[in-house]
């Protein structure tokens, strides 16, 4: 089984939205990465015990059949993909007293965190539903001179990569020892502190290739005084997109951070949305033979497998999108989706929506 891909991803969750049982009997599974398969095997045996005191003769059957499938199903893997699992199955017909029991097992490109088991009228999607939305991976870190945790935004969801303390006395000083030789320890603490969190954020962020930007949140002093101090190494100190003045520097801080941080979050993605589209309108005007615009054209240079990336529109429309996304993921194309709010991708719309940088003249 190898992992599904975006587009695949975003049909199949299309599909699956359509699909409504009478009853609770559709069952989602999601397995977590890292998740022992054999135990929720185990877990979903036990569940075929409990559905046998469903009162509706119809949805008992149904439900029992869909376990018995995914059971059958799990037994097929020695252990949970890279990524996780996710299933779904159930009876799909839309008549009543006719059985379709159909089922789908998905293996995300990205790692799945969740961990389900549910009965409903409809299949739970919010945790693929997430996946479709990831376009950038961002750093996050809440700090002053106590504590520091690092954190990741992926879509919606915030993780908690790594919590640190400082061990830095408090103000009240042991008896006997002077103020200037108290703040000369507790200076050395925390430039100590300032140099643990730089190498953890390096070891965390530094060969992340998702990661688009990062973002600094503290109390005015701590946080200048780190970002100033250039501790962190010059490729992670030109991904700081902006900092914030925080209090808080728990999990809860990194929660405010990304609320606080909307704005520079939004207009990142149309940064790198404008500076896509001057990428395809510069090779345009320097080496016209190199880039299209237009879909007869492009269509043309997708057969022969020479668009080394696609550019679409978001107002082009989602079954053209989807047709083309298609023909350029076959020949291994990089795809951008951009939209209309900015002067650019406005622009890239009223010529055509349709673009591509190629490999080679066609």
Not at 12 to 29: H, P
Not at 37 to 42: F, L, W
Not at 190 to 216: C, H, P, Q, S, W
Not at 336 to 344: G, R, W
Request: glycine letters at 8%.
């Amino acid at each position: 089984m190898t992992a599904i891909s975006k587009e695949e991803l975003a049909e199949l969750v299309e599909q699956l939205e359509k699909y409504r049982a009478r009853a609770t009997e559709l069952i989602t599974v999601y397995i977590p990465e890292g998740q022992n398969i054999y135990t929720v095997s185990d877990q979903l045996e036990a569940e075929k015990s409990t559905a046998k005191n469903i009162k509706s003769t119809s949805t008992r059957k149904n439900v029992g059949n869909a376990l018995d499938k995914i059971t059958r199903q799990l037994k097929e893997y020695k252990k949970t993909p890279e990524n996780g699992l996710a299933i779904f199955c159930g009876n799909i017909s839309k008549v009543e007293g006719q059985e379709d029991l159909q089922s789908w097992e998905v293996e995300p490109s990205m790692p799945l965190k969740t961990r389900m088991y549910r009965c409903d009228k409809e299949f739970i999607l919010d945790p693929l539903k997430e996946m479709l939305e990831i376009k950038e991976v961002f750093g996050l870190l809440v700090m002053d001179r106590k504590e520091a945790t690092i954190g990741m935004l992926e879509g919606k969801r915030i993780e908690v990569l790594q919590k640190m303390t400082s061990g830095i006395p408090s103000k009240v000083r042991a008896g006997g020892q002077s103020s200037q030789r108290f703040h000369r320890i507790t200076e050395g603490l925390t430039k100590d502190f300032y140099k643990r969190i730089a190498n953890e954020m390096k070891n965390i962020f530094f060969n992340m290739d998702k990661l688009k930007g990062i973002l600094v949140g503290g109390p005015i002093p701590t946080k200048d005084e780190f970002l100033e101090g250039e501790y962190l190494v010059t490729k992670l100190r030109e991904k700081i997109l902006g900092k914030i003045d925080l209090g808080d520097s728990s999990e809860t801080g990194l929660k405010e951070l990304v609320e606080r941080s909307k704005d520079i979050l939004v207009n990142n993605e149309r940064l790198q949305e404008k500076k896509d589209v001057e990428v395809l309108f510069k090779t345009l005007g320097e080496s016209p033979g190199m880039a299209f615009i237009g879909e007869k054209d492009n269509r043309r240079a997708l057969e022969a497998g020479a668009v080394d990336t696609l550019f679409l529109s978001t107002k082009i429309g989602k079954p053209l999108i989807k047709e083309l996304s298609k023909l350029a993921q076959d020949i291994g194309s990089n795809i951008k989706i951009i939209s209309t709010e900015t002067p650019e991708g406005e622009q890239f719309y009223n010529l055509g929506g349709i673009g591509s940088v190629l490999r080679f003249r066609v």
